[in-house]
């Protein structure tokens, strides 16, 4: 039976919203790509990105996308808590905090007043943190003067401050999601735009990256340390997180997570931050990603005006440490008032390894879906967890962990679920993927490389990033491609060559009270 | 490590911010290939620029009565993608307590459950070589799948799906893995203290309400999610009155007509009408609940009644202003700005005001603080809170708040997905045609005195509930002073004070 159809409501053409002028906009729309009976196959050929590098190196990647009139901005800057080291871990995720607290101009009533309490201020810091390291017992009076001291310093400070100026440009016009994130080798600041006020993103950002100027510090170091009791102190999953990277990289910085240590956290002072900002940034150390309607001649129109005088900083210095080989299985339990959880993880190469496609499609072949070997045996046949994760980290630049999680089901243990885990990777070496389970992990892969293209801000977040891995944003969709070209005897091999006990890092979370020299640091 | 992270988001997120003479009109712009000419910086240069207004005409979903069903269209040939989307009102809300574990589970096992002719496996691995994302929830008083495929697998995927809610399996197996599932999550509940202490917090607000409901073990009895159980749910959701219908993507509406006609023809119409949600009754006393959990961070939630519903009335608009300047917009929302900026005491805090469609809501406060400050962030809040009542914002304020969402209103625009998928919500809720263009416009009408209105008779921090999820023993001093206080367990139940103090109305009483 046929059904009815009426058409409900018809307006002709579709209305113009109030705010926005009547005038069409030439529209930007990519060539509709008819049906076709295979899934297509993206090599990165077919994006039509604008490649734009400044006198002082600083490079764009412009990239016009259909859709309605937002532009997408990424800044990338290739600088994360791998450039860090014990004492003062935890000051890029600084820099990015203090990034936002304004400039010269922008966030201040009178730059050269705050300047002098700066220094006023960052003097008692200096004296508190002798009076800290003062031993056997500092001096408890001397300390509550001296942040008695910083805080009313602060506070005398606040009165030449605009409290979220840069925030309040960017909103006032309109933008969304503005926010940053650091990771282990990384900083990414972000934001969209309406795509006529684009222009206001060159302007702010550039005077961000020549004039910022770190306020308020004192208070965002305390805001920070919240930051961290809520994502690690207070959850169970950060806590174990944090503890199985820093079993299984103690050289490499991999083994601190990018929030820092409280300790450091607590004791970094503003001319150590500002100090690895200006050794860490600068437009030859910046990437940038500009995503959506945007003209790409504009954008490097206002990339030369705005960006282009500023002088190249130095090279950023390279991360040389590597972390030793690991000679036998390492464990880590955590103490805390929740139920058990568990990580193993695997010492793999970098990203841009030859085996990295291969291990990637194993994490699919493992957990991606209901009818993986991992799932089906531990949550749905077995039923010892209930859930199973994989992936591969914690950054991309080098070497990291392939790291298998599970949430353990009552009454079965940690134990019991690891066990499960090896037999079942045992025999995946031993009953290698069958033809059936590897086209379907490449179907949805294939698929995934059209979906990809469907959100600006993920594409700028894959260009650049691709960018700053491979020096070329191609690699991310040649990347997927070889993937693609797996076998079941490269899985066996992988296998073989990575899953070994000794390259095995294992860390557990049990239900119970931190013990003093728990590694897990559960405090 | 974003620098911001919202704890949770109660209502429509909208923006954050405003400075002064952002766009002073007279200013003379230099051309754009003026490339000599000296170019101001920073704020200077930030006052100087002049913005093109935006020419953008909206792509609008097109509604189609299609069998009997609502149906939204939009085209968007630039990716060879179709997006379907589907919701089905009823939702636990329409059902008595000892169906809550059955409609709970029903989204999952339409997923995963098998269909009469293909076992479970079979679906999934049809799924997987189609290369489909389907995908399901329950919220807004319904259950939502969705389909996303390639252009040349839309029937294919059309026809699995149809056949995954049409003639479902319910495969117990499968069903078993849900319920333990649900159970461990229950034995997990107070592992995570933000998602405990909201929890928590709707069933102290709510009570025995739908809202209120935490799925117990009683929910999850193997006879409460027997076959038989979810075929009686099956067939009062799954009927085509309560059905309606998105499309978009890369489909003309000729192209889209005919698979929905194909894949509708089966359904059946609903034998009658889905029974009302009840209407909650909200805790209206002032009551401090202390949840004990030994963590050097606590979690704070507190909110009270607001009886304003969702619709076009001013002072429903009002409130949205008033939510977005309160604790609505980020850094410079009234909250954030004074917790976090100027006093360093919290990473993430915002404000709660829900306007349901058909019920009141709540209007309160919710942050995580460091646990030796608890109690001065809670009065903290309450004072905030407080001084919008008594120093409400200006006009300027409120028109400043206004051209922030209106200068952001073309993200409302971004997918095609995204704009059915909004006029599927406002039909569900009977919000009229043209809801979010009135949305705008109602806004664009508040005045200082219209949120000074709404603020003044919905705002109550001398009703709200504070709930505390924390470490008792490391709290500051003054529990006692923000209310009769009780110590509350996970399961629900309260006890008489923790802390009387010396205060003499901090005594036992009845908390609701």
New interface residues.
């Given amino acids: 039976?046929?059904?009815?159809?009426?058409?409900?409501?018809?307006?002709g053409?579709?209305?113009?919203?109030?705010?926005?002028?009547?005038?069409?906009?030439p529209q930007v729309?990519?060539q509709?790509?008819?049906?076709?009976?295979?899934?297509?196959v993206l090599d990165g050929g077919e994006l039509d990105v604008r490649e734009h590098d400044l006198d002082n190196g600083m490079r764009f990647l412009i990239l016009p996308r259909?859709?309605?009139?937002?532009v997408t901005f990424v800044a990338h800057v290739p600088v994360g808590s791998v450039n860090e080291s014990l004492g003062t871990t935890g000051i890029a995720?600084f820099v990015?905090?203090l990034l936002?607290k304004g400039?010269?101009?922008?966030g201040t009533i009178d730059a050269g007043a705050e300047r002098a309490l700066f220094d006023r201020m960052d003097a008692a810091h200096d004296s508190l943190l002798a009076v800290m390291g003062r031993r056997p017992d500092p001096d408890s009076v001397a300390l509550r003067r001296l942040e008695t001291r910083i805080e009313v310093l602060e506070d005398s400070a606040?009165a030449y401050v605009?409290?979220?100026?840069f925030?309040?440009?960017?909103?006032?016009?309109?933008?969304?999601g503005?926010?940053?994130?650091?990771?282990y080798e990384d900083t990414r600041y972000y934001v969209?735009l309406?795509?006529?006020?684009a222009?206001?993103w060159f302007?702010?950002e550039?005077?961000r990256l020549?004039?910022p100027v770190f306020r308020?510090f004192?208070?965002?170091?305390?805001?920070?340390?919240?930051?961290r009791?809520?994502?690690i102190?207070?959850?169970?999953a950060g806590l174990l997180y944090e503890a199985h990277f820093g079993t299984a990289f103690r050289v490499h910085p991999y083994g601190v997570?990018?929030?820092g240590h409280m300790d450091d956290i607590l004791t970094l002072s503003r001319p150590q931050v500002r100090e690895h900002f200006e050794r860490y940034y600068g437009p030859n150390n910046t990437t940038v990603a500009v995503v959506g309607d945007i003209d790409p001649d504009?954008a490097v129109?206002w990339a030369?005006?705005?960006f282009g005088p500023i002088e190249p900083s130095a090279p950023a210095p390279p991360v040389l440490v590597r972390e030793p080989e690991q000679r036998g299985e390492r464990r880590v339990e955590v103490r805390f008032?929740?139920?058990s959880q568990l990580r193993i993880g695997w010492k793999i190469p970098e990203a841009t390894h030859p085996d990295a496609p291969g291990l990637a499609m194993l994490a699919n072949l493992l957990v991606a879906?209901?009818?993986t070997r991992l799932y089906r045996r531990l949550?749905?046949d077995e039923?010892l967890a209930?859930?199973v994760t994989a992936g591969t980290g914690p950054g991309s630049r080098y070497p990291g962990l392939f790291t298998i999680q599970a949430?353990p089901?009552?009454p079965y243990s940690a134990e019991e679920v690891e066990m499960a885990i090896y037999e079942e990777l045992e025999r995946l070496r031993t009953t290698p993927p069958s033809p059936?389970e590897l086209?379907?992990?490449r179907?949805?892969l294939?698929?995934s490389e059209?979906?990809r293209?469907?959100?600006?801000e993920g594409l700028a977040f894959q260009i650049v990033a691709s960018e700053a891995l491979w020096g070329d944003w191609r690699e991310t969709f040649r990347a997927q491609e070889r993937m693609q070209s797996v076998s079941a005897d490269d899985i066996v091999d992988l296998l073989n060559r990575y899953f070994e006990p000794e390259r095995r890092t294992v860390a557990i979370l049990r239900r119970g009270e931190p013990t003093p020299d728990d590694p897990g640091g559960a405090? | 490590?974003?620098?911001?992270?919202l704890l949770l988001a109660f209502g429509p997120a909208v923006?954050?911010?405003?400075?002064e003479a952002?766009v002073p009109m007279s200013f003379q712009v230099p051309t754009?290939?003026a490339?000599t000419v000296e170019?101001p910086?920073?704020?200077?240069?930030?006052e100087a620029?002049e913005?093109?207004?935006?020419?953008?005409?909206?792509?609008?979903a097109?509604?189609?009565?299609?069998?009997?069903v609502?149906v939204f269209h939009l085209e968007d040939?630039?990716?060879?993608?179709v997006d379907v989307q589907l919701f089905l009102r009823g939702g636990i809300s329409n059902f008595p307590r000892d169906r809550l574990g059955t409609i709970s589970a029903l989204p999952y096992a339409l997923r995963?459950g098998g269909t009469i002719a293909l076992p479970?496996?079979s679906v999934?691995?049809r799924i997987?070589?189609?290369?489909l994302?389907v995908g399901v929830g329950q919220g807004g008083g319904g259950i939502s799948l969705s389909l996303?495929a390639?252009?040349?697998r839309i029937d294919a995927g059309l026809e699995l799906l149809q056949e995954m809610l049409l003639e479902p399996r319910f495969d117990p197996?499968v069903v078993?893995?849900w319920r333990?599932?649900e159970l461990?999550?229950l034995?997990?509940r107070?592992?995570?203290?933000?998602s405990l202490a909201f929890s928590e917090f709707n069933r102290l607000m709510y009570g025995d309400h739908p809202i209120g409901w935490v799925l117990a073990e009683d929910d999850l009895a193997p006879d409460r999610l027997s076959r038989e159980a979810f075929r009686e749910s099956h067939a009062e959701i799954l009927c085509r009155d309560r059905l309606i219908v998105g499309i978009s993507g890369?489909l003309t509406w000729d192209q889209a007509?005919e698979r929905i006609?194909r894949f509708?023809?089966p359904w059946p119409e609903c034998e009658h009408e889905l029974p009302k949600p009840p209407r909650p009754e909200l805790r209206e006393d002032r009551g401090v609940f202390v949840l004990p959990?030994?963590?050097?961070?606590s979690t704070i939630v507190m909110a009270g009644p607001s009886g304003i519903q969702q619709g076009d009335t001013q002072e429903y608009f009002a409130s949205r202003v008033a939510n977005y300047l309160l604790g609505g917009?980020?850094?410079?929302s009234r909250i954030l700005?004074r917790i976090?900026?100027?006093?360093?005491?919290?990473?993430?805090a915002a404000s709660v005001w829900t306007t349901p469609r058909r019920s009141d809501g709540i209007a309160g406060a919710f942050t995580?603080?460091?646990a030796d400050r608890t109690i001065q962030v809670a009065r903290l809040l309450l004072e905030i809170l407080g001084d919008f009542r008594t120093s409400p914002p200006q006009q300027q304020e409120v028109d400043?708040a206004v051209?922030?969402i209106?200068?952001?209103?073309?993200?409302a625009?971004?997918?095609p997905a995204q704009i059915v998928s909004r006029r599927m919500v406002f039909r569900a809720q009977g919000l009229p045609?043209g809801w979010l263009?009135r949305y705008?416009?109602g806004l664009r009408e508040v005045t200082a005195e219209d949120v000074r209105t709404a603020v003044r008779d919905h705002l109550h921090p001398e009703h709200m509930t504070i709930l505390i999820v924390g470490d008792p023993d490391q709290l500051d001093s003054g529990l006692a002073t923000l209310g009769p206080v009780f110590e509350l367990t996970a399961e629900g139940e309260f006890h008489p004070p923790v802390d009387p103090g010396s205060d003499p109305d901090a005594g036992p009483r009845s908390p609701r």
């Fill in positions: 039976m046929r059904g009815r159809t009426r058409r409900l409501r018809d307006d053409a579709v209305l113009a919203i109030a705010l926005m002028a009547a005038a069409m906009p729309r990519a509709s790509t008819p049906p076709t009976s295979a899934t297509p259909p859709g309605a009139p937002t995720h990015e905090h936002f400039t010269t101009t922008i606040r605009v409290p979220n100026q925030d309040r440009i960017l909103s006032r016009n309109g933008a969304r503005l926010n940053a994130s650091t990771s969209s309406p795509s006529n006020r222009k206001l302007v702010l550039a005077d020549r004039n308020e004192y208070t965002e170091r305390d805001v920070i340390a919240e930051e009791r809520l994502r102190e207070t959850s169970p997570p990018p929030t504009s129109t030369e005006r705005y008032d929740a139920e879906g209901r009818d949550v749905r039923r209930t859930a949430t089901r009552a059936d086209e379907r992990v179907t949805r294939a698929a059209i979906r293209l469907a959100s600006k405090r | 490590m974003n620098r911001f992270l923006t954050p911010t405003p400075t952002m754009e290939d490339v170019h910086e920073g704020l200077a240069a930030v620029l913005f093109p207004p935006l020419a953008f005409a909206p792509p609008e097109l509604e189609y009565e299609v069998s009997g609502h040939p630039s990716l060879p993608l995963n479970p496996d999934d691995r997987d070589l189609l290369a994302q996303n390639l252009t040349h197996e078993e893995v333990i599932r461990e999550r034995r997990r107070e592992d995570n203290p933000g890369d007509e006609l509708l023809e959990k030994a963590l050097d961070q917009r980020g850094f410079n700005a976090r900026t100027e006093e360093g005491l919290t990473y993430g995580a603080t460091r400043e051209e922030e209106a200068n952001g209103y073309v993200f625009f971004e997918s045609d263009e705008l416009e």
